[in-house]
């Protein structure tokens, strides 16, 4: 093939990858359409890796092959983890998608400097100080995550002030270079800062706020690639870099808003700290239990169940048993319906994905705002594993951490019963009044065997 052919079968190849980047994104944002999405993406991935591969301007495939290999040696096994891991799956990737980037900015300027124009100088500078910042704190994130780490945010005074002038540095340094592309010794500190500040601006905030915090090195990341974009002149870089930057961004928004909390507020505010009440805990107050077969007894005479699912479903995989006990109840005629909390669980759409996956019916899964004025008419509420999203402290206590953020509002049901295998707190380290009302049943154990065995006693006891 000549080289102005080969040329254009790379530019439709990458306009072909583009317009699928973009219908994946579209497909993925709603359930029906999800799987598409997935298989979207993943074709225009491997058309945009065939389109580079053609490129002219490669002498020897040796070391692509090898990196090929080792990248799948690498992705196989990162994308058969378990879903509660996802968050950290993703920062991973993250990290190694901006390490990459940032990579690729410092061969380009060595390769190039003194002679780099202003523009691209510019854009080169956001690449890796946006790259490297995201490499160290998408890191710090899934550890935080995965807690290798601790989850706590680590803070002293004076912090903000220390962060954000490391950061001005990094940026003064940039600017130097731009103007003085010949400042070759001075390139490492625009890395190397980055790469401190990464760590430190994740240290500060708490393992709760990680997802969002993700969402939004997402966003960095996306932007990274974009700069990068400009820099190898890759028009498909520049759209799928402003694709993953902006639908990071969105998504961080969206989290925050369920969550009632600014930007300023996840970044800087310590979100998570155990509480002092809690860290104390030595007030034991009494609940009331009950057994798996006063459970039962108490949903078939139910006419009205809403199950609010949670993290704690997730973990121990209740979801199938959780399909059951919907069928044993539905079979007797009892009204069961699904609360879905826009956070519940560790990412969006969490509990959507594990209820679609044990084929629970879409028409019986009910957005937050549209389920909680049922509650009052509710005659059990069964919280399988959710703990944050139901706390009524977030109405009621103004110096609660989650004041302010919208909770199913489940204290209101006739009954409640909660499956968890302790007094623990969730995510937000954080006690829960609901537990200690009068209405509210305590069913002690994992969230699959409890229900498991309400299941049973429905079988046993009525054939
Ligand atoms: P949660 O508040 O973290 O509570 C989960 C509960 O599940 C825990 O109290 C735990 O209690 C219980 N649990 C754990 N393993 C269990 C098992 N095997 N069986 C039964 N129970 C088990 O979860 P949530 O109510 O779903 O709230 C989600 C939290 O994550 C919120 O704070 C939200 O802001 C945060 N978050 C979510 C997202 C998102 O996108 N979904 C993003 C950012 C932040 P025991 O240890 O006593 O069993």
Redesign the pocket.
């Known amino acids: 093939m000549t080289p102005l052919t080969s040329q254009t079968l790379i530019e439709v190849l990458y306009l072909i990858a583009s317009i699928l980047f973009i219908l994946s994104l579209k497909w993925l944002s709603s359930p029906s359409t999800a799987r598409h999405g997935v298989l979207a993406g993943e074709i225009g991935m491997v058309i945009a890796i065939g389109g580079t591969l053609l490129r002219h301007g490669i002498v020897d495939y040796k070391w692509i092959a090898i990196s090929l290999v080792l990248g799948t040696i690498v992705g196989v096994p990162l994308g058969m983890v378990q879903m509660t891991a996802v968050p950290q799956r993703t920062a991973l990737s993250h990290a190694f998608g901006a390490l990459c980037v940032t990579l690729v900015g410092t061969s380009e300027f060595y390769l190039r400097s003194p002679d780099v124009p202003r523009f691209t100088m510019s854009v080169l500078a956001i690449e890796v100080i946006l790259g490297s910042l995201t490499f160290t704190g998408s890191l710090m994130a899934a550890g935080k995550l995965q807690e290798v780490l601790p989850q706590r945010p680590i803070t002293y005074k004076g912090q903000n002030f220390v962060n954000l002038a490391l950061l001005a540095v990094a940026i003064a340094i940039a600017a130097y270079i731009v103007v003085n592309p010949a400042a070759r010794t001075l390139f490492p500190a625009m890395i190397g800062i980055p790469l401190v500040f990464g760590v430190l601006m994740i240290i500060p905030i708490g393992g709760?706020?990680?997802?969002?915090v993700i969402s939004l090195l997402n966003s960095y990341a996306g932007l990274s690639a974009a700069a990068m974009g400009f820099v190898l002149n890759s028009k498909l870089l520049i759209i799928a870099g402003a694709l993953d930057g902006s639908s990071g961004f969105i998504l961080s928004v969206i989290?925050s808003k369920a969550?009632n909390r600014s930007f300023t507020n996840v970044l800087f505010g310590a979100f998570g700290q155990v509480q002092p009440a809690a860290a104390a805990g030595q007030e034991v107050r009494a609940v009331r239990t009950a057994s798996a077969e006063e459970a039962a007894a108490i949903l078939s005479a139910a006419n009205k169940v809403v199950v609010v699912p949670?993290?704690?479903?997730a973990?121990?995989q209740?979801q199938h048993k959780v399909r059951e006990l919907y069928d044993a109840l539905t079979k007797r005629g009892v009204e069961v319906r699904f609360a879905i909390?826009?956070?519940?669980?560790?990412?969006?759409g969490?509990m959507n994905v594990l209820l679609a996956e044990a084929d629970i019916p879409y028409d019986a899964l009910v957005e937050m705002d549209d389920i909680n004025g049922d509650f009052p008419q509710t005659d059990v509420a069964l919280v399988?594993?959710?703990?944050?999203?139901?706390n009524p402290a977030a109405r009621t206590d103004p110096g609660s951490p989650?004041y302010g953020?919208p909770i199913l509002d489940v204290d209101k049901a006739r009954t409640v019963m909660v499956?968890?295998?302790?007094?623990?707190?969730?995510?937000?380290g954080i006690d829960n009044p609901l537990y200690y009302m009068d209405r509210t049943l305590m069913l002690f154990?994992?969230?699959?065997g409890?229900v498991n065995n309400i299941v049973r006693e429905f079988s046993g006891n009525h054939g």
């Open positions: 709760a706020d990680m997802p969002t989290m969550m949670g993290y704690g479903m973990v121990a209740a909390h826009p956070v519940a669980g560790r990412m969006p969490h399988v594993g959710a703990n944050d999203v139901t989650i953020m499956i968890k295998r302790s007094m623990s707190p969730g995510f937000a154990g994992d969230a699959k409890f």
